[in-house]
């Protein structure tokens, strides 16, 4: 009865030993066929540990991976540096305002000519000077009073204005008017100093 027990007890043990023995490489198949655990960055993707390092998204100064950035997460610019503008692409400037150009100055000059007294009183004349031109004359004081007012008309008439003898010669060599010797003399000293200072 004990014999047999051992027996028993002995077969029982072999069994055990021969199923523990086979069952083992098969544990370590499937233990070996598992996939290693793999870091997981925080966007949410794994990343091969046996990666080459210097293959796209290993970081290699480490020597080991770097999270690789999720396709939809936004890429921003690292400080100082700028995105490459898109080819193909043109800036235009922005149309730069209309010069303005400053209304011309009027040129026009006006001098007037030293005074000359004469027998029937005193003549004073001024010219209008555009550029080299004299554009215009006047007197500016002419004998006064009986016959003098009609010489002294009849001097302007004939000297004075844009369409009057100053204008039309450009110098003093105008004619004496008739019946107004002196006035007509003392008009042409006056506008022959007139035209000394304008040119």
């Known amino acids: 009865?004990?014999?047999?027990?051992?027996?028993?007890?002995?077969?029982?043990?072999?069994?055990?030993?021969?199923?523990?023995?086979?069952?083992?490489?098969?544990?370590?198949?499937?233990?070996?066929?598992?996939?290693?655990?793999?870091?997981?960055?925080?966007?949410g993707q794994g990343v091969d540990p046996s990666a080459d390092p210097a293959a796209p998204g290993t970081d290699p100064a480490e020597g080991g991976p770097t999270p690789s950035k999720s396709a939809d997460a936004p890429v921003s610019p690292k400080p100082g540096k700028t995105t490459a503008r898109p080819s193909g692409t043109k800036t235009t400037k922005a149309p730069s305002a209309p010069r303005t150009t400053k209304p011309a100055q009027s040129t026009n000059r006006r001098v007037t000519g030293a005074g000359f007294d004469n027998e029937y009183g005193y003549v004073q004349v001024q010219i209008v000077v555009s550029g080299n031109r004299i554009v215009d004359a006047v007197a500016l004081s002419l004998?006064?009073?009986?016959?003098?007012?009609?010489?002294?008309?009849?001097?302007?008439?004939?000297?004075?204005?844009?369409?009057?003898?100053?204008?039309?010669?450009?110098?003093?060599?105008?004619?004496?008017?008739?019946?107004?010797?002196?006035?007509?003399?003392?008009?042409?000293?006056?506008?022959?100093?007139?035209?000394e200072q304008a040119f």
Not at 8 to 34: D, E, H, W, Y
Not at 170 to 190: D, F, H, I, P
């Open 1 to 43: 009865m004990r014999r047999a027990f051992l027996a028993i007890t002995g077969l029982a043990a072999s069994t055990t030993a021969l199923v523990v023995f086979k069952g083992s490489p098969a544990t370590n198949q499937v233990a070996q066929n598992l996939p290693t655990a793999q870091p997981v960055d925080p966007a």
């Open 143 to 195: 004998p006064s009073g009986g016959e003098s007012d009609i010489h002294s008309g009849d001097v302007s008439s004939a000297y004075d204005g844009s369409g009057g003898e100053v204008v039309r010669k450009q110098n003093a060599n105008l004619n004496t008017v008739s019946g107004a010797t002196e006035t007509s003399n003392s008009y042409k000293q006056s506008l022959r100093s007139a035209i």
